[in-house]
């Protein structure tokens, strides 16, 4: 059973990979942690070395084999609770950057331990568990679809 004190653990970063389709509908790739059912966004430990938005980018391609255009500025931020291996209740910070996604890979590094899918925007709001998430996702459903890619990038979340 988790203590119910809560520690600061430390911060994450997350890829928002995301399409439209010709509707121009958004939609957003989540992946599935090792072993469970529900659905998250690609992301891993901030790291000295790396830019923030550089992390986003290898999290998106070696956990759901991503690979597309980032932005070097963040969308949101959203926390959740991490129970760790002691029992503890530690509160995690992840930082998301848009990853507008050109292609996947069929051979990413976690294709035997991961699954993808695409979700509309408001349906991945629905099937993620972090209530913070869900609540980023849903703010993000009425932008429209820029015209270009880059377009998408840089005008999308002004």
Known sequence: MAHRNRSRSGTKMAAFPLRW???GALHVLL???RGSRRWLMPRGWWMDEQKSWKLAEIEALERAGAIGHVGTNPIGR??????TAQG???????EVFPMVVERLRRDWKNRRTR?????HVLDAAEHVREG?????LRSL???????TALGRLFSWFD
């Open 141 to 147: 459903a009425p932008k429209p679809a820029p015209r």
């Open 132 to 136: 913070d998430l869900a609540e980023l």
């Open 31 to 33: 992946v599935s942690p």
């Open 21 to 23: 389709s010709a509707d």
């Open 78 to 83: 959203y926390c959740y609770d991490k129970v």
């Open 88 to 94: 503890a209740i530690v509160v995690v910070e992840v």
């Open 115 to 119: 699954k993808r899918r695409w979700f």
